[in-house]
């Protein structure tokens, strides 16, 4: 009898995940990958807590893009800061405005970034006062941000630098309360979109012409039908032969 052919089953292996250089390259998770190449372009979120181990960043969120990998580990990228929803919601209360802002701009090195900031101020300010703070805050952030890469802007943030010499500048405009950034995260080019779509769908097969639809057929209406039976019977009775009729003849004795 002839021998079946083994089949060989590759198996997968655990990659360890390491945050940047800013948190020290901690590791941050693991993947399972048939190859350590396979773990490139892997997104992980990370609590900031657990990387700096500051109680205050419990409500914070980075994420994490693998970039490089060497010696079976895989190091990553930071791409986004991140607030908790709740968190942000449980800054105002009553006698307190607040002052949303959302822009983007690009950092010293080139990427686009997109930022939220929230203000709260320590009473209720006027319509003129709060669209001054907006104002000043964006354009501070955009000079900071040209002036620095992404990785120095990041760790700008998570250090609470950037928070903390914003709110002392703008609170000589009215008192502050709260300023925090919600969101702070690198934007995707269109062209490196379209990219990342070419590559994962393939190029659509050419299809033949379409075969012509067929015409449906035309409904005939109740009072046409009727009409043509009508028509119909009277050429009937037309066309059949008329019975000849003859009168029986008196007989004469």
Do not use: C
Request: no cysteine; aromatic share 6%.
């Amino acid at each position: 009898m002839a021998r079946r052919a083994r089949t060989k089953i590759k198996k997968k292996m655990w990659v360890p995940i390491n945050a940047p250089g800013i948190f020290n390259n901690q590791t941050i998770g693991e993947t399972n990958v048939y190859a350590p190449q396979d773990a490139e372009g892997k997104i992980l979120p990370a609590n900031l807590m657990n990387l700096t181990g500051d109680a205050r960043k419990q409500n914070t969120i980075g994420k994490f893009v693998v970039d490089n990998v060497r010696d079976g580990k895989a190091f990553t990228t930071m791409t986004g800061y991140k607030m908790v929803p709740s968190s942000v919601k449980r800054m105002v209360r009553r006698g307190r405005d607040k002052a949303d802002i959302s822009f983007e701009a690009r950092s010293g090195d080139g990427k686009k970034f997109k930022v939220k900031v929230i203000i709260v101020t320590k009473g209720f300010a006027q319509n003129s006062v709060l669209t001054k703070l907006r104002k000043d805050s964006e354009q501070i952030i955009k000079k900071k941000l040209k002036s620095m890469n992404s990785e120095k802007f990041f760790e700008y943030i998570v250090n609470h630098k950037l928070q903390s010499e914003l709110k002392k500048v703008l609170s000589k405009i009215y008192p502050l309360k709260t300023y925090e950034v919600k969101e702070a995260s690198i934007v995707k080019e269109r062209h490196e979109k379209l990219k990342e779509k070419a590559e994962k769908t393939e190029a659509p097969e050419e299809e033949g012409e379409a075969p012509a639809e067929e015409q449906p057929a035309e409904k005939v209406k109740p009072e046409e039908k009727s009409t043509d039976k009508k028509e119909k019977k009277a050429s009937e009775e037309k066309e059949a032969p008329k019975a000849e009729t003859e009168e029986p003849k008196e007989s004469s004795e």
